[in-house]
Every structure is written in structure tokens, then in C-alpha cells.
């Protein structure tokens, strides 16, 4: 403290003297004011009007023009981001929605002064300039993206699936060309550059919203989802290499000329491929695994990334592509590309991209559309884009084999166009390919193609939904579980549960991890070696296991998600040895409190998640309040298999439970021994049991002693099988209730409110 009040009179002391010092030397140089002349001040002003003249000066600063357009641009876009993921849409669309808002077609309509003095014509090359920074930025994420193992595993279906949604909708573009060049393109540009680009804006696909409508639909492990993603990754390989020819085509004034920037294109990637991938593959191996990703190495692939693009650019194709083919040959090491991915793609797409989307929408003007005509124009190549892309790519699904369902959700996913396809736009509208009208028709054709992408992906799995009911049901179950070893029990339960049902069942193993801080360069490592145990239970009981694996702060959302979109027939969850004792809670009240979206992730907040496999009874009642599928509670306490099975029966809304009995539990050679919590039972409830099935099958039921003087409740090897109503009644004793073996906890399906309405 004494130290502190002494550097406290030190810097007092040394401002002072300092301060004196300065003001004593400008004292001095007044007399250098004559040599000056009267100046360029005005003496009539005032010192307020002279600040508001800077304050004005500054306002019509470029710097300044363009920190406020990053403002507005970056307000408007997370404000329809959120509108849009809140309809079921990718957040991605809204921020393409919100560009256009911010053009003439909204902002510029209703309010041309604001719109003007926001964005003045002078000061959309700095917005310009950035956006292209940006785009290049994404473009080598892209290019990170893409995994070639996947590309490897499903390559004959993918070529057939990719190239047959490029050639038809190419095809049928060139066609649709025809019918509108010498209308609305003729007095721009030739023919040729201008079919060609129709037919690629009706081949492209967008690859990252594709993947993200995959990743948020949970189909990312399954067949569909991978075919999709592989397809679509050799659709834009594909697609930006037919953009990289067409526009050196229309850059050039002569077909040989052509030819030349094309060899030099071929020199190129055949360079990157051949030359600078191994190089960097070795470099990347040095790196790959390191405490941290060192900032020189860092430095080196940035200037890898701008080499390449600058290299494009000057050839006579797009910086876009080269900032493609750098992504797609850095190393493949899935850790070290995770790793790159983190450090440009929240740059790239928070900051820089919606800069890209506001100078689109700024020269984007629905009200160009203002004919009969145009309008028709814009159906037809709405028409054609669907027919094309989706009928192609729908058809050559169910050509190499995939079921109809299969291949209708392919040619949807394949369907999308969205970002990708405003960066083609842009570079045609930037090359004098396109006009300002063909621009927003086929803008317009990329907005609804993505936009129907979810509610089709949504129409088809109800529609077979409703034709698998019209077959004949086939039962779902979902092990949900945090813990690897805990997926090889729950699996374990259910067989031991459903027996032959199970053979016949879907069965989903969801791996959740909790929190989102999982370190990259290890999670694909961890995603595997957390389905082993399961993996190797599912092979000894000649099942097939989806697995899913899912990182998430909002786990119990997440669960119940899953169970209802699954439409989830029984739900396996795992629970901690000291599940009921100390953590009461009425039953219901948690989860009733749980009405929409927002309530869930309050009321998660103010109470600590726990992995499956120590869920506490709030969370489990939170999620049975809002499935409406049979939930099975597996509590172990030290369990290593089930020799002794105990039935434990309080009233008649127990007597579900004999359902089970007739599965595995009845197949093999095992004994159900039926106990009662009371010595003295219900009277009919005891005669229904000792007449239905103690007396049909002695060999397999037996009235045992009751709960409190059972000797088997002390076994490890025993099972208690009761249901939650009964459980939560025994709870109550917490000492009995920590005497018991392990549990398996049982509750009915019911039928639940959507309470999320």
C-alpha cells in the first residue's frame, strides 16, 4: 500500500514538472506565428460550430463511410441469420436476404436518401475490395472442407450422381439460353461465354449449405447424408473447373487465346497437385500434432493462399479459384485442417462474407423484374434449375441403386445453390456476362431453389414415413450415452429387454460430449474410439448400430430432439449410481416448465449438465416429459451381467412391465422372479399375476419374497426391473433405495403435448 501511494506522487510529480516544460517551450515558439501568414481559420466561428464543421468533415471520411456500412451491414445480417434459422432455414440464406434488403430493392425504394448518403456510389469499391478479400478467404475454406477419403469411398455412385446434376442442368441451360439471349443479353455479350455461364449457374451446388443442412438434420453418419456430401463435393470440384474455362473463354478475344490461358489453368493445378501437395504434406506432418500451430507456418500458408489466387487472377481466371485449389491441397490431416478451418473460417464468414452479400444486394434490383415477361423468364429458369439439378440428380440416385427415398433426399441437397451460386453470379455480373436483369432472375432461382430445400427434405420423410406405417412399423430404438462403455450396457439392456424385437429394430447409438471446447486435432480420434465398445457388442449380438455422434452445450434439448424427429419407439439412457438419492424434485414441475426454446436453455443454465450416464432425475424427467416414447433408465451399480432378474410390482399400472417378459427374458433359461414392495400385495393384482402367468409358466415365473427381505437385492448380478411411478415411490426410503442392485427403470410410452407450441 505505502508502495503504491509513492508511485501515485512519482507520476503527479512527473506529469507537473513535464507538463510545465511543454507549455514553457510553446510559450517560446510564438514567435514564429507572424512568418505564417493570418491562416485559413475563420474568426467569425465559434469553437461549437468549428467542432460540429470537423465532426461533418469526418462523417464524409471514406474510413469512416465504411465502418459505418460494416456496422449496418453486420447488424442487419445476424438479425436475419437468426430470423431465418428461427423458420427451419440455414442462417446462411437469411444473410444472402439480408444484402438484398440493404440494396435498391428495399432500403433503396422506401428510404433513397438514407440509402445514398450509406452507401455512396464512390465508396462501393472499398466494399468492393473487401468483400473480394472475403470471398477468397472462403473459397480456400471450401477447399479445407473437402475430404477425399469421402470422395474415395463412394466414388463410382458420387461420379454418376455429380456429373448427371451437372451435364442435365447444363444441358437445359444452354437450351433456356437460347430462348432469352437475343432479348436480354445480345447487346452485352456473345453467345457463347453467355450460355456457358447459364449452364454452370444451373450446375452449381452449395457445398456448404448442403453440409450444414446435413450436419443440422443429424445425417451426417448416415448413408444418404455421406453420398450427399460426397456427391456434392465432386459436383463444386467439378463446377469451378468448368467456371475456371468459361471464364477464361470470355476473357479472351479469341477462341487460340483461350486455349492459352486454359493450358496455363491445366500447368497450374497440375503443379499444385503434383508439386506443392506432397511439399506441403510433408511440412503439414511437422505440424500436424503441435501444442500450437506455429505463427510463421501460420504466416506460410496465408501466402500460399494469396500466391495461388494472385497466379489465377493474372492467367486469366478468377482469384476465386485459386483460393479453391490452395484449400483443397493443403494437408489432409484432418487435425491440421480443423485447426486452419478455425483460424479463417469465423473471420471469413462472420466479417467478410456478409460484406460480399450487402455489395451483391446493392446492385441487385427486384424491381427490374417489372414485365410480364421478365417474370416469365424467371420461371422458366426457376423451372429448369429444378428440373434439371434435382430431376437429374434424383434419377441417377435410384439409377446406381438408392431407394426412392434415398434419391429424393440426394436430388434436394443436390438442389441447393445458394452462396455458391451468388459468387458465380457476381463474377458473370462483374464480367459483363450477365445483365442487371438476368443477375436477379437468377438470383431469385437460387434463393427458392435453397429455400425449398428443408421443407422438401421434410415432405419426403413424411410421405414415407406414412407408406413405412401402411408396410408395417418398423421399431426404432435410441441408446443415448455419454460414456463409451455405457453405449456396450444400454445395448446390452435393450437385448436383454426386446430379445428378437431388436433383430428386426433400427437401432441409433448416440454418442453426445458435452461442452464445445473439443480439441480438434484429436475429435475425429475421439469419435472413433468412443464407438468401440459398442461397436464390439453389436457384432457378438449380430446387430447393426447407426452410430451418431454429436458435440452440444444444450444437451437435453438435443436428446429430446433427436427421439422426436427419430420418431423413436424406445429410448435407452444411462443414469449414476446415486440417481434419486439427495436430488428430489417434483415430479413434473422441471419439465413442464420447458414450453419453447428459450425456457430450455434458462432453466439449463441455472442447472449443471451432467454426461449421460450421471443424469440426475430433473434431466431424465425433463426428457420423459417431452418424448412420448417408452424410456428405459439404466442405473448401474456395478452391473457385469443379469443372473437373477427381479420384477418389482406395487400396484396394477405396474403389470405393463410383463410385456418385456415375453422377449429375451422369456427366451432364454432364466427365472423372473416377481417381488412386491408390500408383504401383504394387492389381492387382485396378486391373482392376476399368479393366474396370467405364474400358473401358465412355472418354469419361468415365481412369486418371490417381498423387496425388504429379498435376498437377491444384495447380488451384483441381480436386476431389479420397475417402473419410474414405482421408483420414485421407493426413493422416498433413501436408505432402502441405496441398498438396491442395479436398475433398469421403466416408463410407458404416452402420448406427450407438443409442448414446444
Not at 460 to 469: D, I, Q
Not at 704 to 714: C, F, I, K, S, Y
Request: proline share 3%; hydrophobic share 50%; charged share 15%.
Amino acid at each position: 500500500m505505502k508502495r503504491n501511494r509513492t508511485n501515485y506522487w512519482i507520476y503527479l510529480g512527473m506529469i507537473t514538472v513535464f507538463g510545465v516544460l511543454i507549455y514553457l517551450a510553446l510559450c517560446s515558439g510564438e514567435r514564429f506565428d507572424h512568418q505564417t501568414g493570418n491562416g485559413t481559420m475563420n474568426p467569425n466561428i465559434g469553437a461549437f460550430e468549428l467542432f460540429a464543421n470537423i465532426v461533418a468533415d469526418n462523417m464524409t471520411n471514406s474510413l469512416t463511410i465504411l465502418l459505418l456500412q460494416i456496422i449496418v451491414i453486420l447488424l442487419t445480417v445476424r438479425l436475419f441469420s437468426f430470423l431465418f434459422k428461427y423458420l427451419g432455414q440455414p442462417g446462411v440464406m437469411g444473410e444472402i436476404v439480408a444484402g438484398i434488403v440493404l440494396g435498391p430493392s428495399l432500403l433503396g425504394y422506401f428510404f433513397p436518401e438514407f440509402s445514398a448518403n450509406l452507401f455512396p456510389a464512390e465508396s462501393l469499391d472499398n466494399l468492393n475490395l473487401l468483400s473480394q478479400i472475403g470471398l477468397i478467404l472462403f473459397m480456400f475454406v471450401i477447399g479445407l472442407e473437402l475430404d477425399f477419403s469421402v470422395l474415395k469411398n463412394k466414388l463410382n455412385e458420387t461420379l454418376v450422381i455429380s456429373h448427371a446434376g451437372i451435364v442435365v442442368p447444363f444441358f437445359l441451360g444452354v437450351v433456356a439460353a437460347i430462348w432469352v439471349y437475343e432479348d436480354y443479353a445480345s447487346g452485352q455479350t456473345e453467345f457463347l461465354p453467355f450460355a456457358l455461364f447459364i449452364g454452370i449457374c444451373m450446375s452449381i451446388t452449395a457445398f456448404p449449405v448442403l453440409a450444414r443442412i446435413v450436419q443440422e438434420r443429424n445425417m451426417t453418419k448416415t448413408s444418404v447424408g455421406m453420398l450427399s456430401i460426397a456427391s456434392a463435393a465432386n459436383d463444386d470440384v467439378t463446377a469451378w473447373c468448368l467456371l475456371a474455362i468459361v471464364i477464361a473463354l470470355a476473357k479472351a478475344e479469341s477462341f487460340i487465346s483461350a486455349l492459352y490461358t486454359i493450358g496455363l489453368t491445366l500447368v497450374y493445378i497440375t503443379f499444385m497437385f503434383l508439386v506443392m501437395r506432397p511439399f506441403l504434406r510433408k511440412i503439414g506432418e511437422t505440424y500436424a500434432y503441435s501444442e500450437v500451430i506455429n505463427k510463421a507456418f501460420v504466416g506460410f500458408i496465408f501466402i500460399i493462399l494469396v500466391l495461388s489466387s494472385v497466379t489465377t487472377e493474372i492467367i486469366g481466371i478468377h482469384a476465386l479459384f485459386g483460393a479453391f485449389i490452395a484449400g483443397v491441397v493443403m494437408p489432409t490431416n484432418i487435425g491440421f485442417r480443423k485447426v486452419m478451418m478455425e483460424k479463417v473460417e469465423d473471420i471469413a464468414l462472420v466479417f467478410f462474407l456478409p460484406l460480399f452479400f450487402a455489395f451483391s444486394g446493392l446492385h441487385t434490383e427486384i424491381g427490374l423484374i417489372n414485365t410480364p415477361e421478365l417474370w416469365y423468364v424467371c420461371g422458366l429458369f426457376i423451372v429448369v434449375a429444378i428440373a434439371g439439378k434435382f430431376g437429374g440428380c434424383t434419377l441417377a440416385a435410384r439409377a446406381v441403386g438408392e431407394s426412392w427415398k434415398d434419391s429424393l433426399i440426394v436430388g434436394t441437397l443436390m438442389n441447393t445453390r445458394g452462396l455458391m451460386q451468388l459468387v458465380a453470379l457476381n463474377i458473370g455480373f462483374e464480367m459483363g456476362i450477365l445483365t442487371s436483369e438476368m443477375f436477379v432472375v437468377l438470383l431469385l432461382m437460387s434463393l427458392l431453389t435453397t429455400f425449398m430445400a428443408t421443407p422438401m427434405l421434410s415432405l419426403v420423410e413424411r410421405v414415407f414415413a406414412k407408406k413405412k406405417e401402411s408396410r408395417g412399423h418398423r421399431e426404432k430404438v435410441l441408446l443415448s450415452f455419454g460414456r463409451p462403455e455405457t453405449g456396450r450396457t444400454l445395448l446390452n439392456i435393450a437385448d436383454l429387454m426386446l430379445g428378437h424385437r431388436l433383430q428386426s429394430s433400427e437401432i441409433i447409438g448416440n454418442h453426445f460430449t458435452l461442452g464445445t471446447d473439443l480439441n480438434p486435432a484429436k475429435a475425429d480420434e475421439y469419435e472413433q474410439e468412443s464407438f468401440i465398445p459398442l461397436r464390439e457388442e453389436a457384432q457378438q449380438l449380430q446387430l447393426q448400430v447407426q452410430e451418431r455422434y454429436q458435440v452440444t452445450d444444450h444437451l437435453i434439448p438435443e436428446m429430446v430432439k433427436i427421439a422426436r424427429k427419430e420418431n423413436v419407439d424406445y429410448l435407452f439412457l444411462g443414469a449414476g449410481q446415486q440417481f434419486m438419492m439427495g436430488n428430489d424434485v417434483p415430479a413434473g414441475t422441471f419439465g413442464k416448465k420447458f414450453t419453447t426454446v428459450s425456457r430450455w436453455l434458462k432453466q439449463l443454465k441455472n442447472h449443471p449438465l451432467h454426461l449421460p450416464g450421471t443424469l440426475l432425475r430433473q434431466k431424465l424427467e425433463s426428457i420423459m416429459e417431452h418424448v412420448d416414447c417408452s424410456v428405459g433408465i439404466f442405473v448401474n451399480r456395478g452391473f457385469t451381467h443379469a443372473s437373477y432378474i427381479l420384477l418389482l410390482v406395487d400396484n396394477e399400472a405396474d403389470l405393463f412391465l410383463f410385456t418385456y417378459a415375453q422377449t429375451r427374458l422369456g427366451e432364454e433359461s432364466m427365472t423372473i422372479r416377481i417381488c412386491f414392495i408390500n408383504e401383504h400385495p394387492n389381492e387382485s393384482v396378486l391373482t392376476r399375476i399368479t393366474k396370467d402367468f405364474v400358473q401358465r409358466d412355472p418354469a419361468k415365473f415365481i412369486l418371490d419374497e417381498p423387496l425388504a427381505t429379498n435376498p437377491l437385492v444384495g447380488e451384483k448380478e441381480s436386476l431389479l426391473v420397475l417402473s419410474y411411478a414405482t421408483c420414485q415411490k421407493l426413493s422416498k426410503d433413501q436408505n432402502t433405495f441405496a441398498k438396491l442392485p442395479s436398475l433398469l427403470i421403466i416408463r410407458p410410452q404416452i402420448n406427450v403435448e407438443n409442448t414446444n407450441n
